[in-house]
């Protein structure tokens, strides 16, 4: 199913009220259906984007707790150290993805029951990404841009395409709007 309001509850730690309060949020747009096959375990092909307001974006001690109130978050207190802009064989902890975020990365992550499924995910993240070209900002020798694919076993969806205050998610892979969000939120920090 896709994510909506009934999914957040309140959290513990430095988020200590509920998602709705002292201007935490995260709204919804209407979702989107698309006729591409759905991942399993999911039945239909639901597209949803939000836009997250979490207030601060303070620096924390590279792997303390940092409990967000949405996963996966689109900003926030993070690590004072970010993720490199790579493609992941392995989670990442949040905390140096949003920090990654916060520099205008676009993370493409990715859970589904079985490998077999994310394999076209992966491979339309790294056609995504060698469509993009070369960043102008990123020196090619460390990275060509700043997408970051990573595996995220806590999704709730198969596909979240984030980045700073924008998410997108989706129970299948449709290139076409996966592409479009990932493309227009790019840099955008």
Do not use: K
């Not at 999911?42 to 001690?61: K, L, S």
């Not at 920090?99 to 992550?109: C, K, Q, Y």
């Amino acid at each position: 199913a896709a994510l909506d309001a009934s999914d957040v509850g309140t959290d513990v730690g430095p988020f200590d009220v509920g998602p709705f309060d002292a201007g935490i949020s995260r709204a919804f747009d209407p979702p989107m259906m698309a006729s591409a096959t759905p991942i399993a375990p999911f039945t239909a092909c639901t597209i949803q984007t939000a836009t997250d307001m979490i207030p601060g974006a303070e620096h924390r001690v590279p792997c303390s707790p940092i409990a967000y109130p949405f996963i996966p978050p689109a900003g926030g207190p993070h690590y004072s150290e970010w993720a490199s802009f790579l493609t992941y064989t392995s989670p990442v902890p949040w905390g140096f993805l949003v920090h990654s975020m916060e520099h205008g990365a676009v993370i493409l992550a990715y859970h589904c029951a079985n490998d077999a499924d994310c394999a076209p995910v992966r491979t339309a993240y790294a056609d995504l990404i060698a469509a993009h070209g070369l960043d102008p900002i990123c020196r090619p020798e460390d990275t060509p841009t700043r997408y970051i694919v990573v595996p995220a076993p806590d999704l709730p969806t198969p596909i979240a395409v984030i980045a700073w205050g924008h998410l997108y998610t989706a129970t299948c892979l449709d290139v076409p709007s996966l592409t479009a969000f990932a493309e227009a939120h790019y840099g955008m920090a």
